[in-house]
């Protein structure tokens, strides 16, 4: 069965898609929507078009003054006076336009940044560096927590670096190869190794066997065969990689400590916004109905998060940003291969989670490119109930009920 349906409908995540290029999408998923650009974005386009519809009657209202009323006050004595009476009317008219125009721009942005502030508490850690590792939180998890959200290609590679690190996966390189530090490289091997899997999370072993099991033959695989075979559907599966990477970021967020680092909000507010922005549609070609439009949309769309960071999430953030300080002032991590893993270990693994190895983060992406995205992503293929014809990469166990998933959700938890 798919995990995707039940996981984000439990956890009440936010998730939009955006292109990627080539015709492709990815999906976004966000947590507070802190960071969430798009949104911002967004609402600023829907305040250009709330502002031309609205100035419509003011544009009219400005050429009547001054090309039908102003002729007529030729043979008045007064006209220097009745001319400048003209302009401060249309000059107060312009006021009144811009003052509703920003007040309820500003309004939203001053709101939102006093809402966050107030929501989210500050670090109660002083520490400027840090050597070792915050806590058992995994590479994908540290790139979801600190990028609110973000289960990305690069969180794909990180754990399958992570994982040969940990001895779960052994790299095996071609002798001939030896001048070669490129990670995935055709002629390297990723051989599953004889450490138990027991304390693997689902997504963990979801990679074993989605790469070593899917393109590979249950023991090893090479990475020309994995970048064959992400290019074509999964016969085994009956799935294509970009559906079977959907999957996969689910079973990343099912294992991440949501709870723990986010406390949920309070949602009343949101009606009221949306009042407002249905008012506002009704009356948009008002100044007043597209003031109240701009500020409905506005605070429903930026200032009301589904969760905010707790204080245990602010001060985790903390902790993994200062190991990251130290790699950047301490290390050269931005010039590292994944191939060299081997010598650095967890740092490398983690630098890449962080943003820090620039050039391992490009070559995994430039590995995984585009194939792991979706070309029609739509809310429906999302929700799907579709299972696979065959194989194992699917617990065959059907999640009818949240309190199924719900203990499940916490048995990932205890391995953390």
């Known amino acids: 069965m798919k995990y995707r349906k039940h996981v984000f409908e439990y956890l009440d995540v936010m998730w939009y898609t955006t292109s990627s290029g080539s015709k492709k999408s990815k999906q976004e998923i966000i947590i507070t929507g802190r960071k969430d650009k798009k949104r911002h974005f967004l609402w600023l386009i829907l305040c250009f078009f709330a502002i031309t519809i609205s100035q ?43 003052v509703l125009i920003i007040l309820p721009i500003i309004t939203v942005l001053f709101k939102r ?28 998890h540290v790139r979801c927590l600190l990028h609110d959200g973000k289960i990305d290609g690069v969180s794909l590679g990180s754990t399958i670096i992570d994982l040969v690190d940990r001895g779960y996966l052994e790299y095996i390189k071609n002798k001939d190869n ?12 990723l051989r599953v190794t ?22 590979g033959n249950g023991t090893e695989v090479s990475a020309k065969e994995v970048n064959n075979g992400l290019k074509k559907r999964l016969s085994k599966y009956n799935l294509d990689s970009a559906h079977i990477f959907l999957e996969w970021q689910a079973l990343v967020l099912m294992s991440f400590p949501i709870d723990k680092y986010y406390k949920k909000l309070d949602q009343t507010k949101y009606s009221r916004h949306l009042i407002y922005e249905i008012l506002g549609i009704i009356t948009i070609f008002t100044k007043i109905g597209a003031a109240l439009f701009m500020y409905g949309s506005g605070m429903r769309l930026l200032s009301n998060p589904k969760r905010a960071l707790n204080q245990e999430g602010v001060d985790e953030i903390y902790s993994w940003l200062t190991l990251k300080k130290f790699l950047k002032d301490f290390s050269d991590m931005e010039n590292k291969t994944a191939e060299m893993v081997k010598i650095w270990d967890f740092y490398l693994t983690y630098s890449i ?64």
């Open 56 to 98: 419509v009657d003011s544009f009219f209202l400005n050429i009547y003054i001054l090309v039908f009323l102003t002729p007529s006050f030729e043979i008045d004595l007064n006209i220097k006076a009745n001319l400048i009476l003209i302009l401060l009317i249309i000059f107060l008219l312009l006021l009144i336009n811009l």
């Open 113 to 140: 940044r006093f809402l966050y502030k107030k929501m989210e508490p500050k670090s109660t850690k002083v520490n400027i560096y840090s050597r070792e590792l915050p806590s058992k939180l995994r590479p994908a």
């Open 178 to 189: 030896k001048d070669k530090l490129i990670f995935f490289h055709e002629d390297i091997k």
């Open 194 to 215: 004889n450490k138990s899997q027991d304390d693997l999370l689902k997504y963990e072993k979801f990679i074993i066997e989605w790469f070593i099991f899917g393109y």
């Open 353 to 416: 989670a962080l943003d820090i190895s620039e050039v391992a983060s490009k070559e995994i992406e430039t590995f995984f490119g585009d194939n792991i995205y979706t070309g029609t992503l739509s809310r429906a293929m999302f929700v799907s109930n579709t299972t696979p014809q065959s194989g194992n990469l699917y617990d065959e166990k059907q999640i009818k009920t949240f309190e199924v998933l719900q203990k499940e959700i916490e048995e990932e938890y205890k391995k953390l």
